[in-house]
């Protein structure tokens, strides 16, 4: 309980059980946050040509947190035309072991500016401290260390082959991981000796903006990374250039897919990660308040904002109700509110489009027939918040069990044999991820093999190394990031 001198002004956080924490903020002040930020371009800030700019807000806050440049037609070029001299100049020349030591050296610059990051990615984008600290920062730079490790090895990724970068790469990031993705995207392609265009989403451009000063610091040659902000007309203004020589894009399958038809008829090379509604599969000899805890991982982590999120949840119907309870139990637990406070378990949602996206689906699955269950946490009065939440008897062709939310919204199915449910969590347009939970080994392996998901967790979830490829089948995208895998998508022979 806390004393009267350490009382706070802060709300508490609230437990359903009626006992509450001490608000343990974490302090916004090591985050030095421009109110403008410009382009990087070619180893320089620089306006935007049209003079435009973006607010981006705290959405714990809905306060405007900073603004940042619009990027067009004309931005776009310069930065791909010095992209492309950085490449011909310095970069492909480059002995591979001198590469590899810049992307150390970003490596060890984002370690040490850390706290900084992460605080910075909790303002801008929602999520609670305790995972930006714990989770997105250090598995960024874990993938800046990884790939700067493969740069004078690559001989060793594509034996008896001789791998050669492509050249400009143009890289579109979204909101929900937005240093982590940038870092799976711009560690692997200078590894591999390509150059840089990449471009965050327009609510969560900061972390990725401090990155750029990283680069800058690490006193990488100029035009090797550029790093342009702006919303969809930039991303699609990027994908057009004639000048780029590859795309990574990481977002929705509906921007993927039309991304996909502009480049069809062009020498552009191109990686997707798209959405997801991954099968959490309980079998009734599994380890169950584990398998609670990785359920609850699996769909509250980051606010649900997870494309290979624990949205299906199929229990073994001999349990089902057993682990329901002890779901419903632990989900009474679980606070929701101000990101920065260490305590909290769901943060914000990150923007007031997405939260009227999650409402739009929960009204949805109540209107479908399913029941629907939340949490009795109450919510902070200003900024986005939605309460963990599930639904019991989902249908399995109903659109809570076929659709991505993105949301901490959790379909809960149930299923006898061991074939149903196979049959059952491959009937989906997505496949990315996938868990099984079982005490029988023999039975993973099966699973595994079986399931149509380009990542199947055995007895655990969301877990990520920077040596472990992602990705996914059929509308979840294609191409792999991560491991020796992640080199293949930046290189031909
Ligand atoms: P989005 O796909 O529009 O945004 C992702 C990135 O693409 C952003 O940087 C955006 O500025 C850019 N972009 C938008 N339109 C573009 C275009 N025509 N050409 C090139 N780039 C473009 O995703 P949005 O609208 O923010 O979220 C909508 C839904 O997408 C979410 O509710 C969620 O279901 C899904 N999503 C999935 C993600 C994943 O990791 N698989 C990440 C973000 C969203
Ligand atoms: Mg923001």
Redesign the pocket.
């Given at each position: 309980m806390p004393t009267k001198k350490n009382k706070s002004t802060l709300p508490r956080l609230r437990l359903g059980a009626g006992w509450s924490y001490a608000p343990a903020p974490e302090s916004a002040a090591s985050a030095r946050i421009n109110e403008q930020y410009e382009l990087f371009i070619n180893g320089k800030w620089q306006k935007p040509a049209k003079r435009a700019y973006i607010d981006s807000i705290n959405p714990a806050t809905e306060k405007k947190l900073y603004r940042a440049a619009v990027a067009s037609e004309q931005d776009i070029d310069k930065a791909v035309v010095s992209a492309r001299t950085a490449f011909d100049k310095y970069w492909k020349k480059m002995p591979a072991n001198e590469r590899g030591k810049y992307i150390f050296r970003i490596a060890r610059l984002l370690q040490e500016q850390a706290r900084e990051l992460s605080v910075m990615e909790t303002l801008d984008g929602g999520k609670p401290i305790r995972e930006s600290r714990d989770f997105d920062v250090p598995m960024a730079c874990n993938h800046f260390f990884y790939y700067a490790g493969w740069a004078d090895k690559l001989e060793f990724a594509f034996p008896n082959r001789a791998p050669r970068p492509l050249g400009v790469a143009a890289q579109?990031?979204?909101?929900?991981?937005p240093l982590l993705m940038a870092a799976w995207k711009i560690a692997p392609a200078l590894a591999t000796g390509n150059t840089v265009v990449l471009?965050?989403?327009?609510?969560t451009s900061l972390s990725t903006l401090k990155l750029a000063s990283i680069i800058e610091e690490a006193d990488l040659p100029p035009g090797v990374v550029n790093i342009i902000t702006?919303?969809?007309d930039?991303?699609?203004a990027?994908?057009r250039h004639a000048g780029i020589n590859k795309i990574a894009?990481?977002?929705?399958?509906?921007?993927?897919k039309?991304?996909q038809q502009q480049t069809a008829a062009t020498t552009k090379k191109l990686t997707l990660?798209?959405?997801?509604k991954a099968a959490n599969i309980i079998f009734s000899d599994a380890p169950i308040d584990q398998a609670v805890e990785g359920v609850v991982n699996g769909i509250f982590f980051n606010q649900g904002?997870?494309?290979c999120a624990g949205s299906r949840l199929y229990v073994q119907e001999s349990i089902a109700p057993l682990f329901i309870q002890k779901l419903k139990d632990r989900m009474a637990t679980l606070l929701v509110g101000d990101p920065m406070d260490k305590n909290t378990d769901i943060g914000a949602i990150n923007s007031a489009?997405?939260l009227e996206?999650i409402n739009y689906y929960i009204r949805l699955g109540k209107k479908e027939g399913s029941l629907h269950y939340e949490s009795a946490v109450a919510l902070p009065k200003k900024g986005y918040f939605c309460r963990p939440t599930l639904f019991t008897k989902v249908a399995q062709s109903s659109r809570l069990a076929q659709e991505?939310?993105?949301g901490p919204v959790l379909a809960i199915l149930t299923f006898r044999t061991e074939d149903e449910v196979i049959e059952k969590a491959n009937n989906s347009p997505y496949g990315l991820s996938a868990g099984v939970w079982t005490d029988k080994g023999s039975r993973i392996f099966n699973m595994s093999r079986r399931l149509k998901a380009g990542v199947v967790w055995a007895n655990s979830y969301n877990l990520f190394d920077p040596a472990s490829p992602f990705g996914g089948y059929k509308e979840s995208g294609y191409g792999r990031e991560g491991g020796v895998h992640g080199l293949l998508p930046y290189v031909s022979f």
């Open positions: 579109i990031t979204p909101w929900n991981f471009k965050p989403a327009e609510t702006g919303a969809g930039t991303g699609a990027l994908v894009f990481t977002g929705s399958t509906a921007v993927g039309l991304i990660e798209l959405g997801g904002h997870v494309c489009e997405q996206k991505e939310i993105f």
